[in-house]
């Protein structure tokens, strides 16, 4: 059973501060990855989807990787700000044979906060 | 306007009634999923369709129907509420025809029943 975990669970941080988000996953046998964040009350928006083959995407001030051998991704995020505050998400996508779907799995978060 | 679209956005409704959740798109994706999110539980299938033809039970779809009305839209159905289908309910679409595109998230329905 695919199992995401992230770290930390929440985090606050002054404006301006370069911050890195984990998730690790138990089972490499992905598809892919995905990161999104999550306003309160709000959807889940989309930020990067890294294919299994991929080591890293980048948009803007954010980048994260994958180390599919160790379980592992990272979102950086440059140059914090207080609008960067949400919930972020990642969720990961395991493989299933012949036309199965496959199991998204999401992780529980990480809460951010940047204060001014 | 939003590519996907949820209606209603909040509901509180009573044990028993029949409840029916809307997503509409306006992305063009085959693929739409219903999702429901609970605190402590994160994110969990429910339902989810390829194409009109193709819909699928996903890990939690007891208690749930589904019907996809056109390409566009795809409608989640609680015949009869219950209390714990109290949550968040998500409708999302995905890029492409395979499992590798970007999943797409509306804005959420929040249901309450008493």
């Known amino acids: 059973k695919q199992e995401v975990t992230q770290i930390p669970a929440a985090l606050s941080v002054p404006e301006g501060e370069n911050l890195v988000l984990n998730c690790s996953f138990t089972d490499s046998a992905i598809y892919n990855l995905q990161w999104f964040r999550q306003d309160p009350g709000k959807g889940l928006t989309s930020l990067l989807l890294i294919q299994s083959s991929q080591r890293e995407q980048t948009s803007g001030r954010l980048n994260a990787s994958l180390d599919k051998s160790s379980g592992r991704s990272t979102l950086y995020i440059a140059a914090s700000q207080p609008g960067d505050s949400a919930t972020y998400l990642c969720?990961?996508?395991?493989?299933?044979?012949?036309?199965?779907?496959?199991?998204?799995?999401f992780g529980q978060g990480t809460i951010l906060t940047v204060h001014p | 306007d939003a590519d996907v679209t949820q209606t209603p956005r909040n509901r509180i409704t009573k044990t028993g009634k029949r409840i029916m959740l809307e997503c509409s798109q306006t992305k063009g994706h085959d693929r739409m999923y219903w999702y429901r999110q609970d605190p402590g539980l994160g994110l969990r299938l429910i339902y989810y369709?390829?194409?009109?033809?193709?819909?699928n039970k996903g890990e939690i779809s007891d208690g749930y129907s589904v019907s996809r009305q056109a390409q566009a839209k795809f409608s989640l159905s609680l015949e009869s509420a219950i209390p714990n289908q109290t949550a968040l309910y998500f409708c999302?679409?995905?890029?492409?025809?395979?499992?590798?595109?970007?999943?797409?998230f509306g804005e959420g329905s929040r249901l309450t029943v008493l």
């Open positions: 969720a990961v996508y395991l493989r299933a044979g012949g036309t199965s779907y496959g199991k998204l799995t």
């Open positions: 369709s390829f194409d009109v033809k193709d819909i």
């Open positions: 999302a679409t995905r890029t492409g025809q395979d499992d590798t595109g970007e999943l797409f």
